[in-house]
């Protein structure tokens, strides 16, 4: 399995554009994560989905921030407008299925790193 | 709420040297346990983890040893290597759909 898969690694954005990032969980995982990593604030869940509906979106920080998972092997999180606050590294994560991240945890893409300027 | 505490860092060790990293945790009911490391420039990958108290969980000569009673999952090496300069993550696994509830990180620096 090539594991989850993010795109692009990296994106230089100028203030006020729309920004959509992109995430291809590994096949047969029902649970979707995109998380956000910053030096000031470490890792924060923005929203969980599982069977392609959001479940917990409590951390997506304000309504400029938005994702979608339209099936279930595609899901992105798009920022608009985008600010320079909005830098940091975006994360992706999958799970087999909502009871069995106790046990397995999550798998986790390389991240996008986002630079607003 | 579910929570995570690791040690401050960062560390810095010389090769061969003996890691311990701290991690104490506040859940309810019986938590999965698990640490992740992160090199730099990618992203989080599973290093070891442990599903009830008392198991051990162990990879790459790393161990940590899920202890209810403290409520701890130290992660412990016997002699660190370079190429374990990284950050570990600490997170708990509660009944709340699975959920990951991540430490802050501890940098680790290892030097020849």
């Known amino acids: 399995d090539a594991g989850v898969i993010q795109s692009p690694r990296h994106e230089v954005t100028e203030m006020g554009q729309e920004v959509t990032l992109r995430c291809k969980p590994i096949s047969g995982h029902n649970s979707l994560f995109w998380y956000r990593q910053t030096m000031m604030r470490g890792l924060e869940l923005l929203i969980y989905?599982?069977?392609?509906?959001?479940?917990?979106d409590s951390g997506m920080p304000e309504d400029r921030f938005s994702a979608k998972m339209p099936n279930a092997s595609f899901s992105t999180l798009k920022i608009q407008p985008s600010e320079p606050r909005d830098s940091a590294v975006y994360f992706c994560?999958?799970?087999?299925?909502?009871?069995?991240?106790?046990?397995?945890?999550?798998?986790f893409g390389s991240g996008t790193r986002l630079t607003v300027v | 709420g579910d929570s995570v505490t690791q040690m401050e860092g960062p560390v810095t060790l010389s090769e061969e040297a003996f890691l311990t990293i701290n991690c104490t945790y506040t859940?309810?009911?019986?938590?999965?346990l698990f640490w992740y490391v992160q090199y730099p420039g990618e992203g989080l990958q599973l290093l070891l983890k442990a599903t009830k108290a008392d198991d051990k969980g162990s990879n790459k000569g790393f161990e940590a040893t899920y202890r209810k009673e403290t409520t701890s999952f130290h992660l412990e090496k016997g002699s660190v290597q370079v190429s374990d300069s990284a950050v570990y993550f600490c997170?708990?696994?509660?009944?709340?759909?699975?959920?990951?509830?991540f430490g802050q990180g501890t940098i680790l620096t290892v030097h020849p």
């Open positions: 859940a309810t009911g019986y938590p999965s």
């Open positions: 997170a708990l696994s509660g009944t709340s759909y699975g959920k990951l509830t």
């Open positions: 994560a999958s799970s087999p299925n909502r009871g069995e991240s106790k046990n397995y945890g999550y798998t």
């Open positions: 989905f599982n069977n392609n509906v959001p479940i917990d």
